[in-house]
């Protein structure tokens, strides 16, 4: 076994997109380290996000520090600024694509039991997650199951895991 090259890489994730089918979308709800939006935007780009919504927040993918850590992965993620959650909100249902929360809540399900194909993830704060107006707003609430001792993960952790899972889900055998 050895590592792929250039175009062993390109030819696997080839398949996989193939091998995907429905749409995701993230809103983030005032996020505010450039660290974690960085590393978000750099997960989005690897999992194919097909829009990223950036709401009531103070930084955007053009601030430096961002940058450094997205390292230019900003350029294959669309990416819309909205002053306001509400804002962003009504772009989300123009798309007709449903607006499912992360977060740790009474009556949240947990994200493997869910089946999302074409869905906006909603991801809040670092510290006071979803604002109760986007929680209001959101046809569902999900979460991460966690085993440990720790309440709750790093916001770009979270979403990383819970791409993954969302992209999980729509993955298709192969032909």
């Not at 989005?44 to 950036?54: G, K, Q, T």
């Not at 819309?80 to 962003?88: I, K, L, P």
């Not at 999302?116 to 959101?138: M, N, P, Q």
């Given at each position: 076994?050895?590592q ?6 390109k030819?696997l994730?080839r ?10 979308s993230l809103l983030?709800?005032?996020?505010a ?10 997960t989005?780009?690897?999992?194919r996000v097909?829009?990223l919504?950036i ?5 955007d993918p053009t601030n430096?520090?961002v940058?450094r850590?997205?390292?230019?992965t900003?350029r ?9 959650v ?6 989300i249902?123009?798309?007709g694509?449903a607006?499912v929360?992360l977060?740790?809540?009474?009556d949240a399900?947990?994200?493997?039991q869910t089946?999302?194909?074409?869905v ?5 704060h670092e510290?006071r ?8 707003e ?5 979460f991460?199951?966690q085993?440990?001792?720790i309440g709750?993960?790093?916001?770009a952790s979270?979403t990383?895991?819970a ?5 999980r889900?729509?993955w298709?055998?192969p032909?």
């Amino acid at each position: 076994m050895k590592q792929l090259d250039g175009t062993g890489m390109k030819r696997l994730h080839r398949d996989w997109r193939r091998r995907t089918e429905g749409r995701v979308s993230l809103l983030l709800e005032s996020i505010a380290s450039p660290w974690n939006l960085g590393s978000i935007i750099r997960t989005a780009a690897a999992y194919r996000v097909d829009h990223l919504w950036i709401a009531a927040a103070d930084i955007d993918p053009t601030n430096d520090k961002v940058g450094r850590t997205a390292l230019g992965t900003d350029r294959y993620v669309p990416w819309t600024a909205s002053e306001t959650v509400a804002q962003a909100i009504a772009e989300i249902r123009a798309t007709g694509t449903a607006l499912v929360g992360l977060e740790l809540a009474d009556d949240a399900t947990p994200l493997h039991q869910t089946s999302l194909d074409d869905v906006c993830l909603a991801i809040g704060h670092e510290d006071r997650g979803l604002s109760k107006t986007l929680l209001a707003e959101c046809d569902g609430v999900v979460f991460l199951p966690q085993l440990g001792k720790i309440g709750s993960l790093n916001v770009a952790s979270a979403t990383s895991i819970a791409l993954y899972e969302l992209r999980r889900q729509q993955w298709t055998d192969p032909a």
